[in-house]
């Protein structure tokens, strides 16, 4: 069974400070994603990683995969108010094709002005 | 960019009603899903569908039913409504991009309460 563990689950962060969030994943996967999730939005898509050693950077964010050690990380660089939100890594199982995600339970960021 | 629509977006409902929560998209997409999400918490699977006529259980058993008779149409039904149901669901599509993978598009949601 899939499992994806998010640390930290809660964080409050002042601006212009630098922060990562950590995704570790229990099977093999080739693809994982970030996604970002307003209070009481849906979700949006940041970030589909597919291979060991992606990196993709958008604005403040940058997100990591390590497929070897099942982790990826979403680093956000000199921190700003607009990007607090619950931000979510989700999995797909290895060669799952279209079978869903597994999601973890998501990082709640606040970011104090 | 996929066009997701569920409704309705917000629902208070009795015990004991049969409801029916809409989800439709206009891009085409063969694979549409159902996610429930409690405040706060994580998303899980409901159910899945690979095109029409093609209906499976997601990892979350759920007493919901869901039905895909068209592609572009994915509605999900509560037979009998109980405060349990108490919940958001999220619809989602998804389509296979080269360099991208399978990418999934998530609708506005819809959140229910059932009195």
Known sequence: ELKVEQNPLFLSMQEGKNYTIYCNYSTTSDRLYWYRQDPGKSLESLFVLLSNGAVKQE???????DTKARLSTLHITAAVHDLSATYFCAVAPLGGGADGLTFGKGTHLIIQP | EADIYQTPRYLVIGTGKKITLECSQTMGHDK????????????????????????????LSSESTVSRIRTEHFPLTLESARPSHTSQYLCASSEYRIAMGETQYFGPGTRLLVL
């Open chain 1, 59 to 65: 604005g403040r964010l940058m997100a990591s995969l």
């Open chain 2, 32 to 59: 549409m899903y159902w996610y429930q999400q409690d405040p706060g918490m994580e998303l899980h699977l409901i159910h899945y569908s690979y095109g029409v006529n093609s209906t499976e259980k997601g990892d």
